[in-house]
């Protein structure tokens, strides 16, 4: 089935440091969801993207949506250490069916030193 | 905040047993999800219901089954429980949204089961 992948698997930064991670689909999303997973809790919902070239901020993260809607990214500028935990993009148009089934990518473990 | 409840938080049980973990919530969402997901791993789909008596198995096939009785509870159970069980699972919610659009899901805090 469609696969999404999200790269790094895990990095590590300075408080104070930019963060970016990266999903890729073989093919076209009609949306892409990102959640925030801390650590010992439970996916918190971000943002959804919906339109090719979407960019979206919500404080210090960006959120972009590629042109061919195959590619997502998440940015962080100057993280602190309540960034810290796993980030998954997520597709929720799994198996092409309109029924919001969730496909998650593999997740980024990012991990901040104070 | 979203009221999705999921009991028991922690459970440790021995090879055999049969076990229910319990997932309701109050929003009154006709979608429900169950995840499985290992320490440090992406989640996994292995049950969803699009609303009273509608269930289907997802991606991950897994030995448990579920039922959907309630708009509001959406319980798992594993007949016999083997170590290869052993796994967070999370329970989820959302509501319908129309004109192709997806909406968020709500999670649970997650059950940690381990067999032993």
């Keep these: 089935g469609q696969q999404v992948m999200q790269i ?3 990095q590590h930064v300075q408080e ?3 963060f970016t991670t990266y999903c890729n689909s073989s093919t076209t999303l009609s949306n892409i969801q990102w959640y925030k997973q801390r650590p010992g809790g439970h996916p918190v919902f971000l943002i959804q993207l919906v339109k090719s070239g979407e960019v979206k901020k919500q404080k210090r993260l960006t959120f ?3 042109e061919a809607k195959k590619n997502s990214s ?6 602190q250490t309540t960034d810290v935990g796993t980030y998954f993009c997520a597709d929720p148009n799994a198996g092409g069916t309109s029924y919001g089934k969730l496909t998650f990518g593999q997740g980024t473990i990012l991990t901040v030193h104070p | 905040e979203a009221d999705i409840y999921q009991t028991p ?3 440790v049980i021995g090879t055999g047993k049969k076990i229910t973990l319990e997932c309701s919530q109050t929003m009154g969402h006709d979608k429900m999800y169950w995840y499985q997901q290992d320490p440090g791993m992406e989640l996994h789909l292995i049950h969803y219901s699009y609303g009273v008596n509608s269930t289907e198995k997802g991606d991950l ?6 039922s959907r009785i309630r708009t509001e509870h959406f319980p798992l159970t594993l007949e016999s429980a083997r170590p290869s069980h052993t796994s967070q699972y999370l329970c989820a919610s959302s509501e319908w949204a129309g004109g192709g659009s997806y ?3 709500f999670f649970g805090p997650g059950t940690r089961l381990t067999v032993l």
Aim: proline share 4%.
């Design chain 1, 8 to 10: 790094p698997q895990y």
């Design chain 1, 16 to 18: 104070g440091e930019d």
């Design chain 1, 64 to 66: 972009q949506f590629g």
């Design chain 1, 74 to 79: 998440l940015h962080i500028t100057a993280t």
């Design chain 2, 9 to 11: 938080r922690y459970l």
């Design chain 2, 61 to 66: 096939s897994s030995e448990s089954t579920v």
């Design chain 2, 103 to 105: 909406n968020e899901q």
